[in-house]
């Protein structure tokens, strides 16, 4: 059984710093992506940044393009958000996701989810 558990959200000031961790387990992630996705209330759930699990290849939304970094460490099948220079508009519910195949944006190609971690930047 897949598992995807986030961890490391909080309340940061804006201008600050927060990593986000995702661990995944129940499979191998060879062949699949690994994404962020993120929510805040009243919108639609909106990607943040996605890498391949093999090559290591990422993409991300314009909105966190040069402020955000994804990674992932295979040996602890773990990927990671590193948010740098965060804004209020920022603050949303944070998903880890994985899809089979390559990177991708859209959210219904994710065949599984984490329950989400909060993360609040104050101004």
């Known amino acids: 059984q897949v598992q995807l558990v986030e961890s490391g959200g909080g309340l940061v000031q804006a201008g600050g710093s927060l990593r986000l961790s995702c661990a995944a387990s129940g499979r191998t992630f060879s062949n699949y992506a690994m994404g962020w996705f993120r929510q805040s209330p009243g919108k639609e759930r909106e990607f943040v940044a996605t890498?391949?699990?093999?090559?290591?290849?990422?993409h991300y939304s314009d909105s966190v393009r040069h402020r955000f970094t994804i990674s992932r460490d295979r040996a602890k099948n773990t990927v990671y958000l590193q948010m740098n220079s965060m804004k209020p508009e920022d603050t949303a519910v944070y998903y880890c996701?994985?899809?089979?195949?390559?990177?991708?944006?859209?959210?219904?190609?994710?065949?599984?989810w984490g329950q989400g971690t909060q993360v609040t930047v104050s101004s």
């Open positions: 996701a994985a899809a089979v195949g390559g990177i991708s944006v859209i959210a219904s190609r994710y065949r599984y």
């Open positions: 890498i391949n699990w093999d090559i290591g290849n990422t």
